[in-house]
């Protein structure tokens, strides 16, 4: 069984920059699709972005708008998820999570990670 490790959060000014990487433990990556999801409180869980690790194809949530990419690592085995020019409503747990599709559907996701802080003062 593979279990997503999400690291890299943190507290961050408005316009500024992050970028937590997503590891796994059990098993390598290769095969899976990754993606991250966020959750700010009182609010429902949303997708960010997500990628395949055998193809490289990948897709992001629509309020992106080009300031996030995700990656991969060969050299390391991680996901890693550049945020820049971060919003004051960027701020939210962000939750790495492993599945068999490449899609934007939490539900086809069957593990997760148990999720680092991202904070943007503004």
């Known amino acids: 069984q593979v279990q997503p490790v999400e690291s890299g959060g943190g507290l961050v000014q408005a316009g500024g920059s992050l970028r937590p990487p997503c590891a796994a433990s059990g098993r390598t990556l290769t095969d899976y699709a990754i993606a991250w999801f966020r959750q700010a409180p009182g609010k429902e869980r949303g997708f960010v972005a997500t990628i395949s690790w055998n193809t490289g194809s990948r897709y992001y949530g629509d309020f992106v708008e080009g300031r996030f990419t995700i990656s991969t690592d060969n050299a390391y085995h991680r996901v890693y998820l550049e945020m820049n020019s971060l919003k004051s409503e960027d701020t939210a747990v962000y939750y790495c999570?492993?599945?068999?599709?490449?899609?934007?559907?939490?539900?086809?996701?069957?593990?997760w990670g148990q999720g680092t802080q991202v904070t943007v003062s503004a």
């Open positions: 999570a492993i599945g068999d599709l490449t899609v934007a559907d939490a539900d086809e996701y069957d593990y």
